[in-house]
């Protein structure tokens, strides 16, 4: 009986023991921790997103854009690729119209990233939508989404899954706007002209090697990259106005004979 009942009382104790193991771990995830977990995940992105930012503050002094104008770049347009292009397209005396054109397809696949967040953010109030979506970018979206798909299955996250979010992006957004600035202050020690006939082209593949990783997206990088290489004499930076929209309708068009297959061997499976 004493020992059963000191093996009870043990086994309680034990029990009691395990507990705090668990509670606060639940208990741990507030805002202040996911915002922190944002911001530590994003460092070691800016070793590769400050220089990035130093050489596009750089770019825009070397084109001739004011000082001024390119920190609101920074700020309003805040997408790296849109805005080196669009600053290419400015040093080119582009029309404005094209100027405009051509970055809205740049940043087209940011309404792809907003569709893949949409279902894990639909809670938010309409304000913090906006300010997210503004935030939105390469970067962000890569961590956020990995954040978001290794926390799936445990609901302790839900609640404050935004603050995350903002913590990441805000860190970037920070990020990038220093940087400008700096490069905007250290443009003349580069030589004129050299960085932007090359960064554009780089900013291009950056954004293609990614895209390897399934088979549309290797489609719409093999397409896009023939279709620059093919039109780059064209005049305004047309060649890549031109190989965006053909790699965008490569990929869809991949995507959707993918997903016909899949229809197709469904309707052959035998049913019992």
Not at 71 to 99: C, E, K, N, W
Not at 211 to 224: F, I, K, P, Q, S
Request: glycine share 8%; charged share 10%; net charge positive.
């Amino acid at each position: 009986m004493n020992t059963a009942g000191h093996t009870d009382s043990a086994t309680n104790a034990a029990a009691g023991d395990e507990q705090p193991e668990h509670t606060p771990a639940l208990q741990a995830v507030t805002k202040r921790s996911e915002f922190s977990s944002g911001v530590r995940a994003q460092l070691p992105m800016l070793l590769a997103v400050f220089p990035f930012g130093l050489i596009f503050g750089a770019v825009a002094r070397d084109a001739g854009l004011p000082p001024l104008a390119a920190l609101a770049t920074s700020s309003v347009i805040f997408a790296g690729s849109a805005q080196f292009v669009a600053v290419s397209l400015y040093r080119d005396l582009t029309p404005a119209a094209v100027m405009v054109l051509t970055t809205f397809v740049v940043n087209l696949r940011h309404a792809l990233y907003s569709a893949s967040l949409a279902q894990q953010l639909r809670h938010l109030r309409p304000r913090w939508k906006w300010l997210l979506a503004y935030l939105l970018t390469d970067e962000a979206y890569a961590v956020v989404i990995t954040h978001y798909n290794a926390t799936a299955r445990q609901p302790q996250y839900y609640a404050h899954r935004h603050w995350y979010f903002f913590g990441t992006a805000i860190t970037l957004w920070c990020s990038w706007q220093l940087s400008t600035a700096l490069g905007i202050l250290a443009g003349g020690q580069i030589p004129a002209g050299l960085l932007l006939d090359f960064v554009v082209p780089l900013t291009f593949i950056a954004l293609l090697v990614p895209a390897l990783a399934d088979r549309a997206g290797g489609a719409a990088a093999l397409v896009a990259g023939g279709v620059a290489a093919a039109g780059a004499a064209l005049p305004y930076k047309l060649g890549l106005f031109a190989a965006a929209l053909a790699g965008i309708a490569a990929g869809v068009l991949v995507e959707n004979l993918q997903a016909r297959a899949v229809r197709s061997r469904a309707d052959v499976v035998p049913h019992d």
